[in-house]
């Protein structure tokens, strides 16, 4: 068995599956001192939940081979030296004219694998496999401006709430891992990025009008508010990816975007969510998101919004296509 300067290689049965984790003594988040083998213990603990957000999905990994103090990669390709039941999906970027194949979870050695290629955070695309021009997943993304306390992001998310429930949306949140909350819908996987966005940007509007002094839908920054929280209709763009549910991410802390029922958005802390606390969390609560895939929404009536907001002299949103 080999050993280096960070311990001799660990395999995790994963599965029918056994997945070699090396230096598995590497510090990877120094506030606790968790190693790259805690990593893939907590996303072994998750597993259901992490595959759930995975599954057939275009994923990018932030990868970062000396721990989250250093550098940071950001990889679409697959890396190098992948077993062969490591499966992936073709993706066009028409801007560059390229294609990548990226990593697209069927199975949680698949994960598991990923963190031994030093892959702390997974992004996962909005679309699956089947379809990769047609997102089954619509993200509203809570993403407070510097001066935003997190109690107006706790605020904006209750006009969320109300908004969908007014609409008979089913939405699924979660903290960000960071200062924000992210909302989740599944959707009918008809339109393509385009209009998803513009409805989208039409449910971010009526948020607005709802909350005008908490919240922005301005799309450059250095127009907006510092004290509002900004709802990010813009990624659900193509290319654009966010932290799954479950997903680490870099922080010293190891802190988790965690799945929270509605009725945690008032007292939740998302610093408090780390690899060392979402595990028994899980255990105790189950994974939250286990509905998510029960049903898919239609966008129509966002669409009719957005519609009726453009007829009325509202811009379409920022092109930020990659």
Known sequence: MARGEHGEDVHLDVGDRSVRISSPERVYFPARGETKLDLARYYLSVGEGILRALRERPTMLHRFPKGVTGAKVHQKRLPKGAPDWVETVRLHF??????????????????IWAVQMSTVELHPWNVRSADVDR???WRIDLDP??????????????????????????????????????????????????????????FAREVER???????????????????????????????????????????????????????????EPAECTIATVPERVERLGDLHAGIDDVAHDLTPLLEWAERDEAQGADPPVDVSE
């Open 145 to 202: 401006m510097p001066d935003a306390p997190f109690d107006r992001v706790r605020q904006v998310a209750g006009v969320v709430h109300e908004v969908l429930d007014e609409l008979g949306i089913v939405g699924f949140p979660k903290t960000s891992g960071g200062s924000g909350l992210h909302v989740y819908v599944r959707i009918e996987p008809r339109w393509e990025f385009g209009d998803v966005r513009r409805a989208a940007l039409a």
């Open 210 to 268: 709802r909350a005008p002094h908490e919240v922005t839908t301005t799309w450059w920054r250095k127009d907006r508010d510092p004290a509002t929280v900004f709802v990010d209709y813009n990624q659900n763009a193509r290319d654009h990816t966010i932290a799954a549910a479950y997903s680490v991410r870099g922080t010293a802390e190891a802190t988790v975007s965690t799945p929270i029922r509605w009725d945690e958005v008032a007292d939740v």
């Open 135 to 137: 997102p089954d997943e």
């Open 94 to 111: 028409p801007r560059y004219d390229l294609d990548a194949d990226e990593l697209c979870p069927t199975e949680l050695a698949q994960i």
